[in-house]
């Protein structure tokens, strides 16, 4: 029964107790286990190779982020209220199947395209929410139905024009390549929605709402706090953070294809996980999936610039998830007993 | 009983000593049971009481201290430890898994069968065979536990525990969510193991059933040990001073309740039913009153208080507030009329655990007093509405950044108190609101209300302790089978044996369902 949280608590610094034993000392690591991590990555792979310091190789690292962290930042809210999405990745897809073909095919303006494939991502996100808290369908299954089908529909559109759609309009480009005073606009993009995102979970009774209800739901009804809006908000919140995904993803790959966006849903949880927040529910972060995303990105990048082939990719981002949960669980346990 | 040695401990703990951060909570106790007797731990929230019971258990280590069982030290370092040393321990808060039946959670990890299959019928019959012992009849083995009434729930618990070879039998709180009856039904119990030679021991705020069942007691105050003493010839108002470290007359409070003064009603009910639970119960709430529902266990009490905050189902009748009718579906809509519940089940029904105090106490009124425009909160008038009533209700806390979670329950139901006090409604329900707290908080909670129904608020208390009721409350309803049986204008002119009586529809004049 007892419910252990196998993540670190949220960002709020506690009061620090004058007497800084060893204990006390652990708790507050554990606060920022993550951080640590993310910093002694950093600092490792810097020392151990002379090019990932480099100002091209951080710029790229940062745009490498881009497309899962944007991602992220919509699950962190699903999963903060306890449910997940796994649809996301298809999302992706939609999103720049319709842009794309808009543009391509019927010489839509790439604003109003792109408005339209953002909207696609809202209505998926809308049925989603409906689904599971209308209906009490669990949110894996859902979710699955809806990456199914959407990943369906997206290539029912691409299918149109022979199953790739390019994307090589100068707005795109511009999306993909453009820098704004040195920085570029890409992950500018996703540094942006974060910095809202953050506003909007800790500053706006919305966010307190998503912590009340993931906390406890039961609680959150009773104190008056609209669960239902605030679950299906969430639900599109993270449709809309993935059709973003799937303008960049888009605007970066130059063509959409029918396997755009595959397992990506993964990535982003991966990224939420490793950040540290609770797939309970009620305890986490965008902050911490920015740096979940980080060191997810850092590790890979490192493989690449080490030479390792790509290969081995997938089985250490498994690794990277049970270390982080284990680092986090030992943590917890030595300053709780 | 010439072989039992009542007189040698069976237990003993010396020189216990338990650091939180920032917190002593135990220096140095020592501690000892007999066999064979039924020991009291006695103490406010917060005096040590949970965790001296918790290091015993093996869910907390001592940080300096011996434990020693018949003689020879042990270390508990696991509950699993505990349990093969014969020491059980029946929590507060229940450790059942609600989606399994009666019998499923009394054997849980030892069913019997051929370790791949369970034999169900030798399960069943095992499971009859402890409730027996326990002269538990009345539940259903079948049963998801989670459909059982909370008492029941209690019973089973308690069922689980006992299915153990035990030599030492911890009791925390056990009697919270029990009425009377089953309360004295239990102790029967306790007086059946205490022959067979089990050491008991009980931690309750009870004092009555304290000085009625136990043999010994040992009072605990800010993690020390004050006395351990023998309770024969022992008074309530002893106890208590004891406790509390200091003289009891600021604690009393009844009296000053009968000289409320009613004002215009704020709230009728007609026809109120609720299916199978409460039949056309009609009254008419007033303003500035208290006022006190009781009855036996499942008499509708709980349901009629959830209908009244929209969290009941199958709810028919009228519901008229401030001369219009009003329909009260969801908590939202009861809080926008101006109505909040309170109820007895704080951690599930109340509490944000990882959330802080100041999170806990604004939640309900973000919106309506927090919202800096256009949609941000304001978190300085945040903290500091909060800061003012963690001052005002004595809330022990670091500060309104401390989690929820690691403060003791007392607190937390000043907290969730003081939520409500925010929001600042009209009409405030309580379910137990002194559910499992200690007489200092409680006599601190009773103040409160009637404070607030001074201030013009109007209050309704649902409680089976009739001291509470009759003590706090300006007109006292009593509910039986879901009837609302008898109205007492003058609670001040009856006494606890009339209550009782009306109560158990014992009554003479009442009116008669």
Known sequence: MAKRVNSAVTFTKQSKSRNKNSRSLLVYLSDFSTVLVALVLFVFFGLTSTYFFSTANLVNILKQMSVVGVLGVGMTMVILIGGIDLSVGSVVLLSGAITGTLVYNYSFSPWLATTIGLFAGIIVGLINGLFVEKFGISPVIVTLGTMIAVRGLGQAILWINNSWVWVTNPFFITIAEGRILGFPIFAGIMIGLYILAFILLKQTPFGRYIYAIGGNQWAAHLSGVPVQRVKILAYVLCGL????????????????????????????????????????????GVERTFLGTAILVMVLNYMTIRGIPGIWQAAVTGFLILIAVLIDRLIRRRAEV | ?????????????????????????????????????IHAIIGQNGAGKSTLMKILSGVYNADEGTISIGGRPVRITHPREALQLGIGTVYQELSLLPKLTVADNIFLGREPGNGFVINEKALLERTQAVLRDLGITSIDLNVRVEDLPLAQQQLVEIAKVLSHELKILVLDEPTSSLSEKETAHLFELLKSLKQKGIAIIFVSHRFKEILQYCDRGTVLRNGKVVKTLDLDGVTEDQLAEMMIG??????????????????????????????????????????????????????????????????????????????????????????????????????????????????????????????????????????????????????????????????????????????????????????????????GTKAEIYQYLYRLAKDGKSIVVVSPELPEILGISSRIFVMYKGTLARVFDEPSLISEEMLLAAIQGRNGNGKKS
């Open chain 1, 241 to 284: 953070a993935a059709s973003i995904a799937g303008i960049m993803t888009a605007s970066r790959i130059g063509v959409v294809g029918p396997s755009v966006g595959n397992g990506m849903e993964f990535d982003a949880i991966t990224a939420v996980v490793l950040g540290g927040t609770s797939l309970s529910g009620g305890i986490g």
């Open chain 2, 1 to 37: 009983m010439a072989l039992l040695d009542t007189s040698t401990p069976i237990l003993e703990m010396n020189g216990i000593t338990k650091r939180f951060p920032g917190v002593l909570a135990l220096d140095h106790v020592n501690f000892s049971v007999c066999p064979g007797e």
């Open chain 2, 246 to 439: 200091q003289k009891l007359e600021s604690f009393y409070y009844r009296d000053k309740h009968t000289s409320l003064e009613r004002g215009e009603a704020v709230l009728e009910v007609k026809n109120l039913s609720i299916r199978s639970k409460v039949k056309n119960v009609n009254f008419v709430l007033y303003r500035g009153e208290i006022v006190g529902i009781t009855g036996l266990l499942g008499a509708g009490q709980n349901e009629l208080a959830r209908a009244l905050f929209g969290i009941q189902e199958n709810v028919t009748g009228t519901i008229i507030r401030n001369g219009q009718e009003i329909k009260i579906r969801s908590p939202s809509e009861a809080i926008k009329h101006g109505i909040c519940l309170l109820t007895e089940n704080r951690k599930a029904e109340g509490l944000f655990l990882e959330m802080s105090v100041k999170e806990n106490i604004t939640l309900p009124s973000l919106v309506s007093r927090f919202l800096r425009p256009p949609f941000f909160i304001n978190n300085s008038s945040e903290e500091r509405a909060a800061n003012e009533f963690i001052k005002r209700l004595n809330i022990t806390a670091h500060s309104g950044r401390t989690r929820v979670r690691s403060i003791s329950g007392g607190n937390q139901q000043k907290i969730i108190l003081a939520r409500w006090l925010l929001k600042n409604l009209d009409i405030l329900i309580f379910i137990e609101p002194t559910r499992g707290i200690d007489v």
